[in-house]
């Protein structure tokens, strides 16, 4: 079964920091681009940064741009979202979610809340 | 920054054609992709390529492209298909991802 499994939320101060995972199993997990979207409580969702097969190429919102660092590790299958100088407007439901080639992002995970407050 | 708008709900009766329209200057040049978000779960891609549905959505989902205008078209609205409703595309250097504001779609 195809399937992303986030961790690593939780509560965190203004200006602190978190890593989230994300584990996939099911596919080959170097072929794809993969990306974290966030939703935050009643909003809607925002796209946060990709991240191509081999590492190569990171992309990110402005809003996290020298904040947030996207990676992974192709052979724990695995992909990681280091979140540093957390603000309240990060507080959302982080999800891992595989891109396809044309863009579209076909599988997604069950999401990891991520609140920031003191 | 890049902006994707979609109205913020649809109303429509069982058995009738719910559409809702997502608009964006770049949509001429990018795929848009729409996505089903129920209460409480991760979102699902329902459309992909504005037009192409993946395997195991209902036949009653299609998508349609016209200009900076790409439209989801739900026909027959079953009680089921009560959701929130995202479009998905990229900027028009296809490097940043951009995600609609969302569209509540109630089935009175």
């Known amino acids: 079964e195809v399937q992303l499994v986030e961790s690593g939320g939780g509560l965190v101060q203004p200006g602190g920091s978190l890593r989230l995972s994300c584990a996939a199993s099911?596919?080959?997990?170097?072929?794809?681009?993969m990306s974290w979207v966030r939703q935050a409580p009643g909003k809607g969702l925002e796209w946060v940064a990709n991240?191509?097969?081999?590492?190569?190429?990171?992309y990110y919102v402005d809003s996290v741009k020298g904040r947030f660092t996207i990676s992974r590790d192709n052979a724990k299958n695995s992909l990681y979202l280091q979140m540093n100088s957390l603000r309240a407007e990060d507080t959302a439901v982080y999800y891992c979610?595989?891109?396809?080639?044309?863009?579209?992002?076909?599988?997604w995970g069950q999401g990891t809340m991520v609140t920031v407050s003191s | 920054s890049y902006e994707l708008t979609q109205p913020p709900s649809v109303s429509v009766s069982p058995g009738q054609t719910a559409r809702i329209t997502c608009s964006g200057d770049?949509?001429?040049?990018?795929?848009a992709y729409w996505y089903q978000q129920k209460p409480g779960q991760a979102p699902v891609l329902v459309i992909y390529?504005?037009?192409e549905r993946p395997s195991g959505i209902p036949e009653r989902f299609s998508g349609s492209s016209s200009g900076t205008t790409v439209t989801l078209t739900i026909s027959g609205v079953q009680a089921e298909d009560e959701a929130d409703y995202y479009c998905?595309?990229?900027?028009?250097?296809?490097?940043?991802?951009?995600f609609g504001g969302g569209t509540k779609l109630t089935v009175l």
């Open positions: 979610a595989r891109r396809i080639t044309i863009g579209a992002f076909d599988i």
């Open positions: 770049a949509l001429p040049k990018q795929y």
């Open positions: 099911g596919f080959t997990f170097s072929s794809y681009w």
């Open positions: 390529k504005d037009s």
């Open positions: 991240i191509k097969q081999d590492g190569s190429e990171k």
């Open positions: 998905q595309s990229a900027d028009s250097s296809g490097t940043y991802e951009v």
